[in-house]
């Protein structure tokens, strides 16, 4: 099983209607359903915003939308796509801007399969695995060990503030998060302690 990296997006045009696919990294329903609120806002001059999204470390949650299209004409055929792609923590979505010419059942299908299609080509995926938060804080001397550490694959979402101190945070591999707490351990000579938060597939 697979998870997205990063957003994407890919845009068709067929018989002069603009069909503008786009992906999301998301993790519950409540952030899909926010993201689709906000496309639906920023795109408020488009006919339709269609969506399907597949959650959950087995992609056991789906959902979709027609959003006014004919039923099963639009939401169905990017929710197959998605689930055919063996991905999960994803939302897409396809906005059309109609063009002038009805393309009948048919076409509306293959015209939301192949935008979803198109999106899924351009986006980055990386294997889904357990992850958990960390967040921890070190002096500047001791900060370039400890960022030459935190480079592995391991390590995602990295993020620095520096202050008095340097304050970092992110996710890592839940098989990796006892060796980080031991090397800040040993580094600071106990001085620090890794705070590390509960599992997530990520």
Same mark, same amino acid.
């Given at each position: 099983?697979?998870?997205?990296?990063?957003?994407?997006?890919?845009?068709?045009?067929?018989?002069?209607?603009?069909?503008?696919?786009?992906?999301?990294?998301?993790?519950?329903?409540?952030?899909?359903?926010?993201? *689709?609120?906000?496309?639906?806002?920023?795109?408020?001059?488009?006919?339709?915003?269609?969506?399907?999204?597949?959650?959950?470390?087995?992609?056991?949650?789906?959902?979709?939308?027609?959003?006014?299209?004919?039923?099963? @004409?639009?939401?169905?055929?990017?929710?197959?796509?998605?689930?055919?792609?063996?991905?999960?923590?994803?939302?897409? @979505?396809?906005?059309?801007?109609?063009?002038?010419?009805?393309?009948? @059942?048919?076409?509306?299908?293959?015209?939301?399969?192949?935008?979803?299609?198109?999106?899924?080509?351009?986006?980055?995926?990386?294997? *889904?695995?357990?992850?958990?938060?960390?967040?921890? @804080?070190?002096?500047?001397?001791?900060?370039?060990?400890?960022?030459?550490?935190?480079?592995?694959?391991?390590?995602?979402?990295?993020?620095?503030?520096?202050?008095?101190?340097?304050? *970092?945070?992110?996710?890592?591999?839940?098989?990796?998060?006892?060796?980080?707490?031991?090397?800040?351990?040993?580094?600071?000579?106990?001085?620090?302690?890794?705070? *590390?938060?509960?599992?997530?597939?990520?």
């Amino acid at each position: 099983m697979e998870t997205l990296v990063e957003y994407a997006s890919a845009e068709l045009e067929i018989k002069k209607s603009r069909f503008l696919a786009e992906v999301f990294p998301v993790v519950s329903q409540s952030e899909a359903r926010s993201l *689709l609120k906000q496309q639906k806002e920023k795109y408020e001059d488009a006919t339709h915003v269609v969506h399907g999204f597949v959650l959950g470390p087995a992609a056991e949650v789906l959902g979709m939308s027609d959003d006014g299209e004919p039923a099963g @004409t639009a939401g169905r055929p990017v929710l197959d796509v998605l689930k055919g792609r063996n991905c999960t923590n994803i939302l897409l @979505t396809v906005t059309r801007w109609f063009g002038g010419t009805l393309l009948g @059942t048919g076409g509306l299908v293959k015209a939301y399969g192949d935008s979803a299609k198109a999106v899924l080509e351009v986006a980055s995926f990386h294997e *889904l695995v357990v992850r958990r938060p960390f967040s921890f @804080t070190v002096d500047y001397d001791q900060y370039q060990l400890v960022k030459r550490y935190i480079q592995a694959p391991e390590f995602t979402n990295l993020t620095e503030e520096f202050g008095a101190q340097v304050s *970092l945070s992110g996710f890592v591999e839940s098989a990796a998060a006892s060796g980080l707490a031991l090397f800040v351990k040993d580094l600071t000579k106990g001085a620090v302690v890794v705070e *590390l938060g509960e599992e997530a597939y990520m």
